[in-house]
């Protein structure tokens, strides 16, 4: 019984030996090479690049007090529309104390004047009545008169504008009143009442009231990599599309290409605006971050081929092409003439045909999911 217990043993022992070894010699076998398989399409390809910006008015206007004071009275809110020469707040005039001190000696003066005026006046009027001076005396008294009386007017409306900032005689033409320079919408007013605000001079830029701007003239304002700025050229049409506003595409015209470059993180960008077309004011706001699509080239109804089926070498560019089929397949090396890429799909020229079939990469097992599984 022992004896055969042992060979039993032994067969299994040469069993396992077998085996393993035809295992791994199976597994060293190397494995037929695969690879992923195209056909030629005719299809339209562009070229495109994406450029990010903003949303803005062509024209944004701030619009600043002629006189320095405190606010009063605001009568407008953002977002309303106001008319060129509308009335947005009222300023009241603190005085500066030497300019109101200097406008009251003139009125006092011109007082004293006119009282003496009169005087002379009504003296001569008296001796002309009784033929006693010339006409033309008596004219040049009363013209000194008129005159003095005029500087007392002006000297009093001159006081009132110092103190109150406009005068009684030109209340229409009030400094106090800020008014809009244009028609458009209220983008803000960064005042309150109660503000001190200071005219602009050439010290100072003055404060504003509030911005104002056309809503119906909108730009797309972006900036572009040196690297593509040169294939862009004014008037080419752009898509834009807009962050907040998934669904609202738009349309605009390249109009502006900035000639000198700007450094930011380390790469030369240049400006460019476009001109929005179709804009709704009432769904766009000014500020809006968009993206502008704009196509560099186009090739229409053209044979092309997925770019990885393409070997590069030099200047030259190869295709496999296929033939035969099963075991017998095999692999013709074929240089090709390429013209335009979007990065996925490249242009085939000359070289092949909508017929034939190319090689493209080796396939990749899924190691990953097969652990998985």
Do not use: C
């Not at 602009?200 to 056309?214: H, Y």
């Not at 993180?265 to 769904?283: L, P, R, S, T, W």
Request: glycine share 8%.
């Amino acid at each position: 019984m022992k004896k055969y217990i042992k060979f039993i043993v032994a067969g299994l022992v040469a069993v396992i030996f077998i085996g393993t070894f035809v295992f791994l010699w199976i597994q060293s076998q190397p494995k037929p090479v695969e690879y992923e398989e195209f056909t030629p399409k005719v299809i339209d390809i562009k070229k495109t690049t994406v450029v990010t910006g903003k949303i803005q008015p062509r024209n944004e206007i701030s619009v600043k007090p002629q006189i320095s004071g405190i606010i009063t009275e605001i009568y407008k809110e953002a977002g309303q529309m106001v008319t060129a020469g509308e009335v947005i707040a009222k300023v009241k005039v603190i005085p500066d104390m030497s300019s109101l001190a200097s406008a009251q000696a003139r009125v006092r003066l011109a007082q004293i004047n006119l009282k003496q005026a009169k005087t002379d006046l009504d003296r001569e009027k008296l001796l002309y009545d009784k033929g006693l001076v010339s006409a033309d005396e008596y004219e040049k008294v009363r013209i000194v008169h008129q005159r003095d009386a005029e500087e007392l007017q002006a000297a009093n409306d001159n006081l009132e504008v110092v103190r109150e900032g406009v005068s009684s005689s030109n209340a229409d033409m009030s400094s106090t009143l800020i008014r809009s320079t244009i028609s458009g919408l209220i983008l803000d007013i960064p005042v309150k009442v109660g503000n001190t605000v200071i005219l602009s001079n050439t010290f100072n830029d003055g404060t504003t009231i509030a911005t104002v701007a056309n809503m119906g003239d909108l730009i797309f304002d972006g900036n572009i990599d040196e690297t593509e700025v040169g294939k862009l050229v004014t008037g080419m049409p752009m898509k834009i599309t807009i962050g907040a506003l998934q669904d609202e595409k738009l349309t605009a015209s390249l109009e502006y290409i900035a000639p000198k470059a700007e450094t930011s993180n380390g790469a030369n960008q240049f400006e460019i605006k476009a001109a929005i077309k179709g804009v709704d004011g009432n769904k766009i706001r000014s500020g809006y971050s968009a993206n502008a699509e704009i196509v560099l080239a186009q090739a229409n109804h053209v044979l092309t081929v997925p770019e990885s089926a393409i070997e590069f070498q030099g200047s030259d560019t190869y295709v496999y092409v296929i033939k035969g089929e099963g075991e017998k397949k095999t692999y013709k090396r074929t240089k090709v003439t390429t013209g335009l890429s979007d990065g996925i799909n490249i242009e085939i020229k000359s070289g092949i045909t909508a017929k034939d079939k190319v090689r493209g990469p080796k396939k990749v097992a899924d190691t990953d999911s097969s652990a998985n599984k």
